[in-house]
């Protein structure tokens, strides 16, 4: 009987489910459509004589909310696969498997594949211009996602500390004429001051209030930049700064360059992968000393604040070293990283240390998963390289990016690979003794 009754409730709940979708999709479709009908439906201009002239794109405005319609289907199927543990799963089990073997596979294999990116593009700029710039966003959203995924602190102002590793080896590197590799620690370490002294302000303060503080530090730093213009240029930069070398021996076509040493034609492209190489070392190092330092005292620490600063205090952790900590050790990374940016541009202004980028790398780390080094490295991979596909689409391009993330937020609520596991947890249920348990049993 049990059975009879599960084989009718089947088909019903599958009915039933079939219409809640179509009603769903239905009614995105209608909110769809009164909000892209003067977006996009209907478009305005000032005419040559000042009078308002108008034209419409009906046929693009049902593309939208066609995509609309059968978006929200697709969301939702997506959402019953993987959704919650009292829906029905539609994936099948030996499909579970083959998507759990791939995940484990994903991080060697996007290893191997970006270390042959400068042999498989070599002749290519922009691959490689594009692929320093998405390892520089890996570096940022690693060295954020300790103070937010990890310790669970709201940084809004992680930019400051990119501007400040920037800002020193340019003032260094052009004032007091010190190499690539004697700037780059002053750079970490003048950054994590800056954590530190950010860290004292925020001891008490915790959600929005810590967000709010945290986006006035970033904007401070940039006005100090602007304004300092004896030290820092204002808003002309610093120009010439220099470029690495490797170990002394400068990338150049003359004599003395690293291509004549060795005895082999000298490219433009052979500096390029020196940087690509050189800034995948510095977000491999990121990630090593991440992982180490999620399983020390301190990362356990971390994890503890993060889950529950209340109970945090009552196991007698020390929240003010741990939130200091947290600061300066992603305020270091984000140094490293400014500090590469220099040396890769030749020229840094103020322009490039907005909100804007602090905005970029938090939607990295949330959008990968907060704690998950895997899913900040795709979602930087997404954000930045796939941002490039839809160059082409001027009018549509945000609205494509906008639209992404809403699917991704909606699809995945903690990110692509969301991982909030504890690093030390019991790995079997282990009873407890009847006589510690205040109702008898164990």
Not at 211 to 228: K, M
Not at 386 to 396: A, I, N, S, T, V
Request: proline fraction near 5%; charged fraction near 15%.
């Amino acid at each position: 009987m049990a059975k009879l009754a599960h084989a009718v409730a089947a088909p019903a709940a599958a009915k039933a489910g079939a219409g809640f979708i179509l009603k769903k999709a239905l009614i995105s479709a209608l909110v769809a459509l009164v909000l892209f009908s003067l977006m996009i439906g209907v478009r305005t201009e000032a005419g040559p004589e000042g009078g308002l002239i108008y034209w419409t794109r009906f046929e693009e405005l049902a593309g939208m909310v066609a995509a609309v319609f059968f978006g929200s289907i697709v969301v939702e199927l997506l959402r019953r696969w993987w959704g919650p543990v009292d829906t029905p799963k539609l994936v099948p089990e030996a499909a579970r498997k083959t998507l759990s073997l791939a995940g484990r596979v994903v991080a060697p294999a996007l290893l191997v594949f970006t270390l042959l990116v400068p042999v498989i593009f070599y002749d290519q700029r922009y691959i490689l211009d594009l692929g320093i710039l998405v390892l520089t966003y890996v570096m940022l959203g690693w060295g954020l996602n300790i103070v937010v995924g990890l310790a669970g602190l709201l940084d809004l102002g992680y930019v400051a500390f990119y501007a400040v590793g920037a800002y020193s080896y340019a003032l260094l590197a052009t004032n007091f004429d010190l190499s690539f590799w004697v700037c780059l620690p002053l750079a970490g370490i003048l950054a994590a001051f800056w954590g530190v002294l950010l860290g004292f302000p925020v001891l008490r303060l915790r959600g929005d209030y810590l967000a709010i503080v945290t986006l006035a530090f970033g904007e401070i730093i940039r006005l100090v930049i602007i304004n300092w213009q004896s030290l820092t240029g204002g808003p002309n930069g610093i120009s010439g700064i220099p470029r690495p070398t490797v170990f002394g021996i400068p990338l150049t076509p003359g004599e003395n360059g690293l291509a004549a040493m060795l005895g082999i034609p000298f490219s433009p492209s052979q500096r390029l992968v020196f940087l690509f190489y050189l800034i995948l070392a510095l977000a491999l190092i990121t990630n090593w000393a991440t992982i180490r330092l999620r399983r020390l005292p301190i990362g356990r620490a971390w994890e503890a604040l993060r889950e529950d600063e209340v109970a945090c205090r009552a196991l007698g952790i020390n929240t003010t070293t741990t939130k200091l900590t947290a600061f300066a050790t992603g305020a270091m990374f984000g140094g490293f990283a400014g500090a590469f940016f220099a040396t890769r541009q030749g020229f840094i202004s103020p322009e490039s240390f907005t909100f804007q980028e602090s905005a970029l790398v938090l939607a990295i780390v949330v959008l990968g998963g907060m704690g998950s080094q895997l899913g900040v490295a795709l979602a930087a991979l997404t954000l930045i390289g796939g941002f490039e596909l839809f160059r082409g689409l001027d009018q549509f391009r945000m609205l494509v990016f906008g639209l992404s993330m809403v699917f991704l937020m909606v699809w995945r609520p903690r990110g692509l690979i969301g991982h909030r596991a504890p690093t030390v947890f019991l790995e079997h249920k282990q009873a407890i003794s009847s006589d510690l348990v205040k109702e008898g049993h164990g």
